[in-house]
């Protein structure tokens, strides 16, 4: 599937502010039942759906007070820039190179965590979080979209050469690439949690 038309400036604005809102949405979510197990150690949380689909199981694990209130405040304030940033580009804004950088190193830093996260649930917890899991979607678009948007711009400036060609390629085949990049988490997730979902099929 090629994509030699994508025109990011007009369609990133878009990707930013839905991003911000539903990871806004989502962390609102995680920050609620984190309180609420902590005032009540038996709460049980709306996305508590089978033993595999379990918030309540990584929220109250070692590895998930890792992802703890301090980083949902984060992400808060993260969610935030992106919805905004979203709104001020389809206001016509022309935002700085070190505005552009900054919000490539902060989408770096979410891959990363979510990356990690993923992990950490499927590899330790056991456990997958339905929340955590769009959240993943979402930081991980914004990343692959943000970060081309910035090559495209000059803002991140590649040498010249091949790296030149291996982008033309990747950028042609953006969508495929973003696509793999899922499928291969969900075949990852879908081989560790087939005792459970095995028996479906």
Same mark, same amino acid.
């Given at each position: 599937m090629s994509k030699r038309k994508l025109r990011l400036p007009q369609i990133l604005p878009y990707i930013l502010i839905v991003a911000g809102i539903i990871g806004y949405i989502g962390t609102s979510m995680l920050l609620y039942d984190k309180l609420q197990l902590l005032n009540n150690p038996h709460y049980i949380p709306s996305c508590n759906l089978n033993p595999v689909l379990s918030c309540g199981s990584v929220i109250t694990s070692k590895q998930g007070e890792r992802f703890s209130l301090p980083t949902d405040f984060i992400g808060f304030g993260a969610f935030t820039v992106l919805a905004v940033t979203g709104v001020v580009l389809l206001a016509g804004a022309k935002?700085?190179?070190?505005?552009?950088?900054?919000?490539?190193?902060?989408? /770096?830093?979410?891959?990363?965590?979510?990356?990690?996260?993923? /992990?950490?649930?499927?590899?330790?917890?056991?456990?997958?979080? $339905?929340?955590?899991?769009?959240?993943?979607? /979402?930081?991980?678009?914004?990343?692959?979209?943000?970060?081309?948007?910035?090559?495209?711009?000059?803002?991140?400036?590649? $040498?010249?050469?091949?790296?030149?060609?291996?982008?033309?390629?990747?950028?042609?085949?953006? &969508?495929?690439?973003?696509?793999?990049?899922?499928?291969?988490?969900?075949? &990852? /997730? &879908?081989?560790h949690f087939w005792y459970y979902y095995g028996r479906y099929f």
């Open positions: 935002l700085k190179r070190w505005y552009w950088l900054g919000l490539e190193i902060g989408s /770096i830093f979410g891959v990363i965590s979510v990356m990690g996260l993923f /992990i950490e649930s499927v590899y330790f917890i056991h456990a997958l979080c $339905p929340v955590c899991m769009t959240i993943w979607v /979402i930081t991980i678009t914004t990343f692959w979209y943000v970060t081309l948007y910035n090559i495209d711009q000059g803002h991140i400036r590649l $040498p010249k050469g091949k790296s030149q060609s291996v982008y033309a390629w990747i950028r042609r085949h953006h &969508l495929d690439l973003l696509l793999t990049w899922f499928l291969i988490i969900a075949l &990852l /997730i &879908l081989k």
